[in-house]
């Protein structure tokens, strides 16, 4: 039976107030109820048709996805299997299993499905099983089945292909997730017993030097200190022991030690192959190096330099929005001022140089990663689970720092970039995804098919992000409908919001503080788009002609955006009513001109929502221009892609139609389509 998280955090005593030291804090996902026209359907979509697909994939039951069952990984080492070189998939495959468990158990705490949880719940047996076969707590199928002795990537592993940590790391997030929806204790236990394994094997001299290639790790152990942490009797519940300082200092000790190597292998200049062998040959385990040193894995996994040093992100996209992930999540916790400037630098730097105006990011296609600044072509590759990663990233920032153009570019990869990673249909999904192409290449499943679990843990997550508090303040963050009651110093506040965003800009919120003349803030953000500032940082530029209205019981109140929230500070009383209206009518971007791939190139919007050409819709869109001195119309179309609404360009005897970008590709999978248009 599902367990309320309220009852969870009641049952083991965390006091669900605001803390004294003036943190922001997220409602938790189980205390905001989602009833919206746009988003609801989908989210019952994705928990029901999407969860068991992406799940019967990973089984290999659905033709044309995968020959091997995932789940024999973990049956196969639960009957003591060892090196026999049997393995279903790549060597991640665990971690995308287990970040999948982390996005269903979400989806469960705003959908309840006991047959969802019960199908889990055999998963959970089958890996607790596996871990239970041997003494030491170790799971990763990967090096168990095929590299036996290579674990954690040592005595010639490969590390940047085993993926050990990674997978461990995503283990322990899934155990905090499917505690926090369920309140049952069994994955947490396993993921625990994990945490402990690395924390008394990986950090200084005498312990081993192993942090992790791919990120994700950093922040899912920061999750498991703060949940013992802000619940102590937890300890009692789960049969192992807990030392919830030592998680986080693990954490600290990954993100601080990464770019510390024997400064070898030079991937960049001996190639993989070569790089690799080196590794293999276990040649950095040459006393000359000293007696806690390990191999690079280059800038591709952010291990050329410090963390504290870097100075642009690099590498992976995926990785490296991760990995600053987990450095704010960490500074959440320690406040120590280098975390904070690192996972401010590398946040500015992103958005403003190298984010695409979808919220994607990873221009390059050759190792996934992040360009120079200001390169952003077309054409360029953009990851689902890079997109994801923003988003994540930029919600930490906020979360940090109280300021709202973080959660301005989470809002523009989720309505943009990830949630094009999706079909309409629920089941078929996108790796890379270009703003301009000849066709889009959506897929039912793929060989790497990391995206559709980052897909799932985001989308779940969105709840817990719309609102937060802080004090006295409560904040807005995203436009969607929904309740909650959050408590800040004041007392208790019940809140409603209803709105028909993204395709009208009404939003108006019910207001009803438990006690009568409760005096505190309640602060809206008012997006970057409807201030005409497109981005923080000038990368793109737009111009919005309607004002914003905001209202309090029928009576106009300034929008004072200095900050980018508009503060309402009064006495509240039951049933008070907020009314905003955001400019959502069509608007051109361009790009700033450093930016020189998009010069003479323009890109349509409305409100959140960044929009395409596709040729179905666009007959001869090879030779489309876009008139920007006409004006675009939005016009509401119901039947339309699951209802949308378009933006009609009449340009003389020339019409261009546009649709959302998230909605391109359902229709004729050979159609090509554009983002950024040349311009008349
Ligand atoms: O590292 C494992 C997966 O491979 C990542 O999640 C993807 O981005 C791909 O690089
Ligand atoms: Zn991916």
């Known amino acids: 039976m599902m367990l309320s998280l309220l009852f969870v955090l009641a049952a083991c005593g965390i006091q669900d107030t605001t803390e004294d030291n003036g943190t922001v804090r997220f409602q938790e996902t189980d205390q905001v109820k989602i009833d919206d026209p746009f988003w609801s359907p989908r989210l019952q979509q994705w928990a029901t048709v999407t969860a068991n697909d992406v799940l019967d994939k990973f089984e290999g039951k659905v033709p044309g996805s995968q020959d091997r069952n995932t789940f024999e990984n973990f049956d196969r080492v639960a009957c003591g299997e060892r090196d026999s070189g049997w393995h279903a998939g790549m060597p991640w495959f665990d971690g995308l299993v287990y970040e999948t468990l982390r996005g269903l158990a979400d989806l469960l705490v705003q959908y309840p499905d006991t047959a969802l949880e019960n199908r889990l719940d055999g998963y959970i047996e089958r890996i607790a099983a596996a871990q239970a076969s041997e003494d030491s707590g170790y799971i990763n199928t990967y090096a168990q089945l095929v590299e036996n002795t290579h674990r954690w990537g040592e005595n010639g592993g490969l590390l940047r292909w085993m993926h050990d940590v990674y997978n461990s790391g995503m283990l322990v997030e899934a155990g905090v997730h499917y505690y926090k929806a369920t309140g049952k204790t069994r994955l947490l236990e396993v993921a625990t017993r994990l945490a402990n394994l690395m924390c008394d094997y990986m950090g200084p001299e005498p312990k081993h030097n192993i942090v992790p290639a791919r990120s994700g790790p950093e922040e899912a152990l920061v999750k498991l200190y703060r949940l013992y942490k802000d619940c102590p009797e937890l300890e009692d519940k789960v049969e192992v022991p807990v030392d919830a300082p030592a998680y986080l200092a693990l954490a600290e000790f990954w993100i601080e030690n990464r770019g510390h190597h024997c400064g070898l292998p030079l991937w960049g200049t001996w190639g993989n192959e070569a790089a690799e062998r080196w590794i293999k040959e276990n040649r950095y385990a040459d006393s000359k190096y000293g007696a806690h040193s390990r191999p690079s894995f280059g800038p591709y996994a952010q291990d050329s330099i410090p963390v504290f040093r870097q100075q642009t992100i690099e590498g992976h996209a995926v990785r490296a929005t991760l990995l600053m992930t987990g450095v704010a999540a960490a500074a959440i916790e320690n406040r120590n001022p280098q975390y904070i400037a690192a ?68 809002e523009r990869a989720l309505y943009n970039n990830v949630l094009t990673g999706i079909s309409l249909d629920g089941t078929r999904y996108t790796y890379q995804n270009p703003l301009n192409a000849e066709h889009h290449a959506r897929w039912t ?85 409807a201030r005409s500032v497109e981005n923080p940082f000038g990368l793109y530029r737009s111009a919005v002609k309607e004002a914003i209205v905001l209202k309090v019981n029928g009576e106009p ?39 020189e791939q998009l010069d003479g190139q323009a890109a349509l919007a409305a409100g959140p929502l960044v929009y395409c050409l596709e040729s179905c819709d666009n007959v001869g869109l090879d030779h489309a221009r876009l008139d920007t001195l006409a004006v675009p119309e939005a016009l509401s179309c119901p039947d339309l892609l699951g209802g949308i609404r378009t933006i009609m360009c009449v340009q003389g005897c020339d019409t261009l139609t546009a649709i959302p970008y998230y909605a391109v590709g359902n229709r004729d999978a050979g159609a090509a389509y554009k983002v950024w248009i040349p311009v008349k």
């Open 557 to 595: 109140v300034p929008v004072n955006t200095a900050d980018g929230y508009a503060d309402i500070f009064r006495e509240w009383s039951g049933g008070d009513k907020v009314e905003l209206v955001l400019p959502v009518q069509p608007r051109v971007i361009t790009a700033s001109p450093a930016v």
């Open 343 to 410: 996972a401010t630098r590398l946040w500015e730097n992103m958005a403003g140089r190298r984010m695409f105006v979808t919220g994607g990011v990873g221009a390059v296609h050759f190792d996934e990663k992040f360009g120079p600044d200001y390169y952003l072509p077309a054409d360029a590759y953009l990851e689902t689970c890079a997109a994801v990663g923003v988003a994540f990233y930029s919600q930490k920032m906020n979360e940090l720092t109280g300021a709202p153009r973080y959660m301005d570019e989470l």
């Open 445 to 529: 499943w793929h060989g790497c098919p990391c995206c559709p679990p980052m897909f799932l843990k985001l989308m779940s997550a969105m709840p817990g992000f719309i609102y937060a508090r802080q004090a006295d303040r409560l904040f807005v963050n995203l436009f969607i409908g929904s309740e909650t009651t959050v408590s800040l110093l004041s007392g208790k506040v019940h809140l409603r919001q209803s709105t028909g965003y993204p395709w009208n800009g009404n939003v108006s919120f019910t207001v009803s503080p438990a006690a009568d003349k409760t005096r505190f803030t309640l602060s809206i953000r008012i997006p970057g788009w």
